[in-house]
């Protein structure tokens, strides 16, 4: 749900709903008040631009651009710069946009306007040379900045990714994985360290490696796969964790808390996750079927019935117990989905006096 005032206030609510909501908005609000990467640049008297644009347009050709290599830019990879692809600009060529040639002296930093496949291309780079307008280059007299520059981009790749991916008005929208110079500007710079939760890091792995992949390749994507047999009993039981330890930060006393008591599965190739409220502390059960468990509502019947309509059921059997029938797909149990469905069930729960 978004009220209005959200609509209008915040400028990520979208995206971030796109992405799954409910908590990935709640973090990207607590970074809100971290100076951006644009300021840290500022504050620190570096230069920065984008490279050249091909055109005719305005028909510029200064004898700089000419005199230093130039690279193409697919030559930045995410682990390397390909200084093999170096080659001369034919004088002939005009430009419809060049910056000053300070933006390609080295030693400067290089950054290419794209996500990456597991981490942003960033380089301390020590050659002299052009590139075009996908590139961004920043260049400091200072050494030490560069250096924490690429410090910070190095130990914090998974947070800006994922900072970039629910913000970007650009990447996942009208491209898959281009990003645009401001999104890489607007970035909560990180100069040390960060406070993260256990919860934030999840989100932050759920969104980069399950959501965006989703958005970018739907049927294709890993969200939608069968869990494998290997990984089924980890990836239920990690679900089945995240979703008790939310709701035992409220409701866990000295006698009872959430667990995740049993796991069936069902036809269809869907999945029942049930959660007690009790004292004990016994592990998980998984079954292939439910004939072992008393619970009315969990009959073949009554769930074909019901995915008729809904995809997702969510039962309340008993006065301790939560059901959650699901299709068996990674994407239903994430932890970023095990904290949204934790939030609607302490909503339920409230509601009902609890």
Not at 329 to 349: M, N, P, V
Request: net charge positive.
């Amino acid at each position: 749900f978004v009220d209005r005032i959200s609509a209008v206030e915040n400028q990520y609510i979208w995206k971030n709903n796109l992405l799954g909501g409910g908590r990935v908005k709640i973090l990207v609000e607590k970074v809100k008040n971290v100076p951006t990467f644009e300021n840290y640049i500022k504050n620190n008297d570096c230069e920065v631009g984008e490279g050249y644009i091909i055109g005719t347009k305005r028909k510029l050709n200064p004898d700089y651009i000419y005199n230093i290599p130039t690279i193409p830019t697919e030559a930045i990879l995410e682990n390397y710069i390909n200084y093999d692809a170096l080659k001369s600009i034919d004088k002939s060529i005009k430009f419809e946009k060049v910056p000053p040639k300070i933006i390609f002296e080295s030693p400067n930093i290089i950054i290419r306007e794209n996500i990456g496949k597991k981490r942003i291309p960033i380089h301390y780079n020590k050659k002299t040379f052009s590139y075009k307008h996908q590139i961004i280059g920043i260049v400091s007299k200072k050494e030490r900045i560069l250096k924490s520059i690429i410090y910070s981009f190095e130990n914090f790749n998974e947070f800006y990714r994922f900072y970039m991916f629910a913000t970007s008005s650009y990447l996942l929208i009208n491209r898959n994985t281009a990003l645009l110079k401001k999104d890489v500007m607007n970035i909560p710079f990180i100069e040390q360290e960060i406070h993260l939760s256990e919860f934030d890091k999840k989100i932050i792995s759920d969104v980069n490696n399950f959501t965006q992949d989703f958005i970018r390749n739907g049927e294709a994507s890993k969200a939608v796969k069968l869990i494998p047999q290997s990984k089924f009993k980890n990836t239920i039981s990690d679900y089945g964790q995240e979703f008790s330890k939310v709701l035992n930060l409220i409701y866990e006393d000295k006698n009872k808390h959430f667990r995740l008591s049993d796991v069936v599965k069902l036809k269809n190739s869907f999945i029942a996750a049930i959660f007690k409220y009790d004292s004990k502390k016994d592990a998980t059960v998984f079954h292939k079927d439910n004939s072992k468990l008393n619970i009315e509502a969990l009959t073949d019947f009554e769930i074909s019935k019901q995915l008729t309509v809904n995809r997702i059921i969510k039962l309340y059997p008993d006065k301790d117990t939560i059901v959650f029938v699901k299709p068996n797909q990674y994407r239903y149990w994430l932890s970023l989905i095990a904290y949204r469905d934790a939030d609607k069930c302490f909503s339920d729960l409230s509601k009902l006096g609890y």
